[in-house]
Nanobody, 113 residues
């Protein structure tokens, strides 16, 4: 399994960004695809995942971020609205297979105040 993320960048507080992650290899719609993030000096944390249509969000992003998935092309998206400086970090795409998670290379998101 390989994951290729794109769409990060620099945005002002209140702005929006859309991340995409294309997965290749053996991908099942019944396993989760989604996003984690890691801020400087912090542990990696869940942002959002989608599994067979069911979504899960961190409390800090509920109502602002939307995760979606196109199983036809094995791609997961993260629409991020009303961005805050505390959303700054490296965003990692993840595929949650039954045996282990697979991680993408990460994409930087920076929100300026």
């Amino acid at each position: 399994v390989q994951l290729q993320a794109s769409g990060g960048g620099l945005v002002q507080s209140g702005g929006s960004l859309r991340l995409s992650c294309a997965a290749s290899g053996t991908i099942s719609r019944y396993n989760g695809l989604g996003w984690y993030r890691q801020a400087p000096g912090q542990q990696r944390e869940l942002v959002a995942t989608v599994t067979n249509g069911d979504t899960k969000y961190a409390d800090s992003v509920k109502g602002r971020f939307t995760v979606s998935r196109d199983n036809a092309v094995n791609t997961v998206y993260l629409q991020m609205n009303s961005l805050k400086p505390e959303d700054t970090g490296v965003y990692y795409c993840v595929y949650l297979s039954l045996l282990r998670p697979y991680w993408g290379q990460g994409t930087q998101v920076t929100v300026s105040s």
